[in-house]
Nanobody, 120 residues
């Protein structure tokens, strides 16, 4: 069972990036999917989550209006627009059975993380 995150990179402030997270080894079509991030020296924090059917999403206040989440079967996407230096972090995707959850402990499967660096 694997979640493989990709799409990170270096971008200037105001730019955009699209992260992808592909699941393999089992189907996650009935799992809620989420993105978390961890900046250097900080704890991992919730970014956004989407229900298994894709009908409902939830965002952290810090990214609301700038980030969108979507999914296609076993792949989840994070579109990040108007990026700020404070968005710099390693971004992790996660899967869990319950929708609308924001705690790390609510998610059972985790990807390896992809680095996003936003320069000022």
């Amino acid at each position: 069972v694997q979640l493989q995150a990709s799409g990170g990179g270096l971008v200037q402030a105001g730019g955009s990036l699209r992260l992808s997270c592909a699941a393999s080894g089992r189907t996650f079509s009935n799992y809620a999917m989420a993105w978390f991030r961890q900046a250097p020296g900080k704890e991992r924090e919730f970014v956004t989550t989407i229900t298994w059917g894709g009908s409902s999403t939830l965002f952290a206040d810090s990214v609301k209006g700038r980030f969108t989440i979507s999914r296609n079967k076993d792949t989840v996407y994070l579109q990040m627009n108007s990026l700020k230096p404070e968005d710099t972090a390693v971004y992790y995707c996660a899967a869990g059975l319950q929708s609308g959850k924001t705690r790390i402990s609510d998610y059972d499967y985790w990807g390896q993380g992809t680095q996003v660096t936003v320069s000022s």
